[in-house]
């Protein structure tokens, strides 16, 4: 069993920033990887960044450089750093263990999802 719990959502104006944390429990080998994903309203659950225990980021190219994700080790603490937010990046942000982010470090696991935090971005 895996908890995941999103925090640090809120509404900032164009150009602003936010920094979001996801704090994951249970399951060591389902969490070694850890996901951000976000769905706006009447699209679909987009992937942005990834981080795995090891040290692997990767962040997708259409918000590379806004965007950055890190990760502490020893608390399995991720955290996805939003820069120079625009009017598009309003959505809501989920946190991800398990399914296909468990991939990355080689271990098969259901999907798990947070509760998700709300980023509003005002122009």
């Known amino acids: 069993q895996v908890q995941l719990v999103e925090s640090g959502g809120g509404l900032v104006q164009t150009g602003g920033s936010l920094r979001l944390s996801c704090a994951a429990s249970?399951?060591?080998?389902?969490?070694?990887?850890l996901a951000w994903y976000r769905q706006a309203p009447g699209k679909e659950r987009e992937f942005l960044a990834a981080?795995?225990?090891?040290?692997?980021?990767f962040v997708v190219e259409p918000v590379r450089g806004r965007f950055t994700v890190s990760r502490n080790i020893d608390e399995d603490t991720m955290w996805l750093q939003l820069n120079t937010l625009k009017v598009e990046d309003t959505a809501v942000y989920y946190c991800?263990?398990?399914?296909?982010?468990?991939?990355?470090?080689?271990?098969?696991?259901?999907?798990?999802w947070g509760q998700g935090t709300q980023v509003t971005v005002s122009s």
């Open positions: 981080a795995t225990r090891g040290g692997t980021t």
């Open positions: 249970g399951d060591s080998n389902c969490i070694s990887a």
């Open positions: 991800h263990a398990g399914g296909q982010t468990a991939t990355m470090t080689a271990n098969r696991c259901p999907d798990y």
